[in-house]
Every structure is written in C-alpha cells, then in structure tokens.
C-alpha cells in the first residue's frame, strides 16, 4: 500500500537519539540554549522567520497553551473553522471557552474571512484560522478583522511547514502560531509541537507555562502545566528540520505531477493555488463535481483495492460531531458539501516515480 503518509527517518535520527540516551539528559525545564530543545527552537524560529518559538509536547498543547496565554477563558467565544482536525475546537473547549464555528471557502478548504466577521459577538476573544492542508488561511485579511474588533489571532499552522503566504512564512501575520510534528507530518518528532510568536508579551509567560508556571524551581507563579518536549523528540526534530527543505521540494515536485497529468479529468476539481500563496503540500486533497458521499467513496474504496492509500480528511466536520453539536447555531452549507465530496491521494517525499504514475494512471481509469 502506497501510504497517504509516513515519516521519513534514517540513521541519521536514530544516531541522535543514542546521543541524547548516553547523556542521560532526557528533558528540562525550559529548553536551555545548549540543549537539544534550545537548539529546536532555535532552529525552527529562524526556518520561519519567528523572533520566538517555544517547543512543547504536541500540537494540541501548543494550540491550548496559545489561548492559554491570551486569556481565553470561561465566558471567552473563540471563533473556528469545522472542517479541520478536532483539536482546533478541542483546545478552545478544554479552557471552558465556547467554540463558535464559521462556514469555509469551498475553493480553498479554508476559513472564509468574511464569515469570520459576522460571527464575532461581544464575548469574542480570539480567531483560530487553519492552513488547512497546507495552504495558508487569508492571513492578511483576518489580521485585519482582528485588529478592528480587538481579537487575538492564534494560526494553526500544523499542517504548513515550508508554506508561504504573500512570500512570508505562516505565523507572520498572527500573533501567534501553532505548530505540529506529528508522525504524518511534513517533518516529525513522532509527537511534539512548537509555539512562534514575534510579540515579546509572550517570552515571559510560553517558556514557564509550558513547565508548571515555574520561573524558579518549585515555585509556580502563573497557571501552567507538563507539556514540555523530551529531548529525544527535539533530537529527532534537529535532524528533521535540516532535511525539511528536501521533503517540501519532492513534495512540491509529486503535487505538479499530479496536477499536470490529472488536469484533464472533468470530474475533478483540484487543488486551488490564489496568486500569493505557497502551499506545503501536506496532503493532496481533491475534489469530485456533481457527484455524491457514496460515489466518493466508492472511488478511494477502488483505489485502495489497487495499493494506493487514497484517504478521506474529516469526513464528520466537527460541528457535526456530539459532543460539538450544542455549538452549532446554524448548518455550515460549504462544508457539509466538502465533507462528502473530497479525498486525499499519496504526495509525501516517499513516493517513488513509479508509485506516482500508478497512483496517475489508477485515478484516471476510475474517472473517466
């Protein structure tokens, strides 16, 4: 089976790793520039062209510490996409917050600015736009909306390593951005995440929260918990981040491929690219035209059957999911529709040439 993702390691991280266990140092409080978190974050703050980056344990962590540190609490709405992974939404309900659900752009899979201004209320506190993906959320114009009603923009940037906005790296319009090195990711730590910011506010609260509050040894003086990163995760994210290039490139070289000899399929509606925008091609993600749920999955059932890892992304939005439904004011048209119309196909730096002409060649005979 041609796997819809998969980490790329080698030697290289496996040497890393023993280098961390013979030290015996296997994790701190705060990430000391000496260490292999320090070097992380340093690492991965100039890769995005950050001021700070503060490493934690996972993606979700570092999206729950962000509205953590902007004061996101009971009585606090936090407005979302619901088509994305769960722990957008999660991370807003576990602070007693309420998530406040805003419909997409069915082009672009993304959070649709404008909708985004007609859900905020009184009780709005913060925007959590997602690059969904890959390709970046309207940053500009969501800044914008946030700074006229006062709002904090928190980017979850999880699936847009090495993606590019108006030729800037994700995070540089928000205050602050949400990372993931989830073992599918573009570069992985097996699990972990990373928190980018370029407002100093943050520089005396992120490092401490994420240990306790303790800006001295067993001394807490602000709310915080564990979700400090081991140093053998940011052992495996060093080697990772000096590869990272490489993978966007094959990643990039496998997605124009596939637009080039998939283009003639009417069915099809590809991904869409807006002038400005560079996507990292975390998934593939495609679209059918005037068909349905059963005839979607009918074709990545088919493609399965033939080896390829085709997958379906968030086929249950979360506004639809139980525990969110009480949420939801209203039905999301765009997408509901998405849900049942989109899947996913291989374009991870794993896939060989041939693989990538199987995955061509077995897509075009089921849709034409």
Not at 161 to 189: I, R
């Amino acid at each position: 089976m041609i796997a819809i993702n998969k980490p790329l390691l080698d030697e290289a991280e496996v040497q890393a790793v023993s280098k961390v266990l013979r030290s015996c140092i296997l994790t701190g409080r705060t990430g000391r520039s000496d260490s292999e978190v320090g070097r992380f974050e340093k690492g991965f703050s100039e890769f995005v062209k950050a001021k700070y980056a503060f490493a934690v344990n996972s993606g979700t962590s570092a999206l729950y510490l962000s509205l953590l540190a902007a004061d996101v609490g009971h009585g606090s709405e936090v407005i979302v996409p619901s088509f994305t992974f769960v722990a957008t939404a999660e991370s807003v309900l576990m602070l007693g917050a309420k998530p406040v659900f805003a419909d997409i752009d069915p082009r672009t899979y993304n959070i649709d600015p404008l909708l985004i201004e007609k859900a905020i209320t009184s009780k709005t506190k913060a925007i959590v736009p997602v690059d969904l993906f890959g390709l970046p959320a309207d940053m500009e114009l969501i800044k914008k909306i946030a700074a006229n009603h006062n709002l904090i923009v928190v980017e979850d940037a999880a699936q847009a390593h090495g993606a590019e906005y108006k030729g800037m790296s994700p995070g540089s319009f928000s205050d602050l951005a949400c990372w993931s090195f989830y073992a599918s990711k573009n570069m992985t730590t097996g699990e972990g995440g990373m928190i980018t910011t370029n407002e100093d506010k943050y520089r005396d609260t992120l490092p401490y929260m994420r240990s306790h509050g303790e800006k001295e040894d067993y001394i807490s003086s602000m709310i915080g918990g564990n979700f400090r990163m081991p140093e053998m995760e940011a052992a495996i994210g060093n080697v990772q981040l000096s590869k990272l290039p490489d993978f966007l490139a094959a990643r990039r070289e496998n997605a124009e491929r596939l637009i080039e000899r998939l283009n003639p399929i009417d069915e099809l509606q590809l991904p869409i690219v807006p002038k400005g925008y560079k996507p990292s091609w975390y998934l593939f993600t495609v679209k059918l035209k005037n068909a349905n749920e059963k005839r979607r999955d009918q074709i990545v059932n088919e493609l399965r059957k033939l080896g390829i890892g085709a997958s379906v992304y968030y086929r249950c939005p979360i506004h639809l999911m139980p525990l969110y439904r009480r949420f939801a004011k209203s039905h999301l048209p765009a997408t509901e529709e998405v849900a049942k119309l989109v899947f996913s196909l291989p374009v991870h730096p794993g896939v060989t040439p041939d693989e990538l002409e199987h995955i061509i060649d077995a897509t075009k005979k089921l849709l034409n």
